[in-house]
């Protein structure tokens, strides 16, 4: 069986222009610059970077909220990169989005009650008013609200509630693939582990296929089997959890995954130290690897010869870098293998 999403080649540049009549174009930033991968059936599938990396671009063009500059998406093995009208309300059913900021997400003059219902009367799905009332509640139980509640106003809910509202609004139409944007940086820390927990939960009861985008390596670790790196409009290296936590090969994977905050002030420090400098504009990104004004290990093959996502030998992640981190490296870096 084919994967549920194949994206191929997928390619996002937006425009600089310049007048407010002639609008002439003087650029273009490369917001998403080339990326394919399979996203496999229930799978969580984590796609991580910095800001501006094209993440959530990437996110946006799979649920055909953005046209792509080039590239395809196939969904179910059927090519939906172009398709429109009742062809594409059928896939955004399949497919739905929990955004990242729970007080922005939902309307608050709405109720709890019709901000759910909402996809039911989009689609045209349960249409007797007692029974969507009811699929609501049953909706509102399954993500941990009080369904007697469904009168009340998001104002009335906290953070984390909120959130619980945006997934249970997303789970509405029973989708197979669901885009979980940054769904708990907005939230306090103690309140993102019962979220994510509630995330885990939901995708193996009902077999959902996730999407889990995030800045931070150490968010997902937990809740992905496989990982994607982005930086740039790149896929910089991808593959099984445990790899890629384990033994990343890719140098900025290692420096996102060496500053994530440990319980030894010694690492930290260390380690904070290898991801200097400010992630280069995507309307001017550097030549060849992208990464080299950044790269401890950047070479001069590195600035002019592209490097391909690949698995070098011995490797077990999908890697585009010429000089993948060694064990040693790994080691002084204070990346442990995965265990
Ligand atoms: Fe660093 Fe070179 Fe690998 Fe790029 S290709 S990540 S610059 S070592």
Do not use: W
């Amino acid at each position: 069986m084919s994967a549920l999403v194949e994206v191929r080649d997928l390619v996002k540049h937006f425009p600089l222009t310049r007048g407010i009549v002639l609008q002439r174009r003087f650029g273009e930033v490369k917001a998403v610059d080339g990326v394919s991968f399979d996203i496999e059936r229930g799978e969580t599938l984590g796609i991580v970077g910095e800001t501006g990396c094209g993440k959530s671009t990437t996110a946006r063009l799979i649920m055909r909220l953005l046209e792509s500059t080039s590239g395809s998406i196939k969904y179910e093995g059927r090519d939906i990169t172009r398709v429109k009208g009742a062809e594409l309300k059928a896939i955004r059913r399949d497919m739905q989005m929990i955004f990242q900021d729970p007080y922005s997400s939902l309307n608050p003059r709405k109720t709890v009650g019709s901000i759910i219902s909402e996809p039911f009367i989009i689609h045209r799905v349960e249409s007797d008013k007692a029974a969507r009332k009811l699929a609501v509640q049953e909706l509102m139980e399954t993500v941990g609200l009080n369904p007697e509640h469904y009168n009340r106003f998001p104002h009335e809910f906290s953070g984390g509630q909120r959130q619980r509202i945006g997934v249970a609004r997303a789970l509405a139409l029973k989708p197979k693939l669901l885009i979980a944007d940054e769904p708990v940086s907005a939230l306090d820390v103690s309140i993102q582990a019962q979220v994510l927990n509630l995330l885990r939960d939901l995708q193996r009861r009902f077999g959902l296929t996730v999407v889990f985008i995030a800045h931070d390596l150490s968010v997902v670790r937990h809740m992905c089997d496989r990982v994607a790196v982005m930086y740039l409009g790149k896929v910089v290296e991808l593959g099984g959890g445990d790899a890629l936590y384990g033994a990343p090969q890719h140098p900025y994977t290692g420096a996102l995954l060496a500053a994530v905050p440990v319980p030894d002030p010694a690492r930290h420090h260390t380690e904070r130290r290898l991801l200097t400098g400010d992630v280069p504009s995507p309307a001017n990104p550097p030549k060849a690897c992208r990464f080299h004004t950044r790269c401890p290990k950047a070479q001069e093959r590195c600035s002019v010869e592209e490097p391909l996502l690949r698995v070098p030998e011995g490797g077990r992640t999908e890697v585009a870098c010429h000089f993948p981190l060694t064990e040693g490296e790994l080691a002084q870096m204070g990346v442990r293998s995965a265990g």
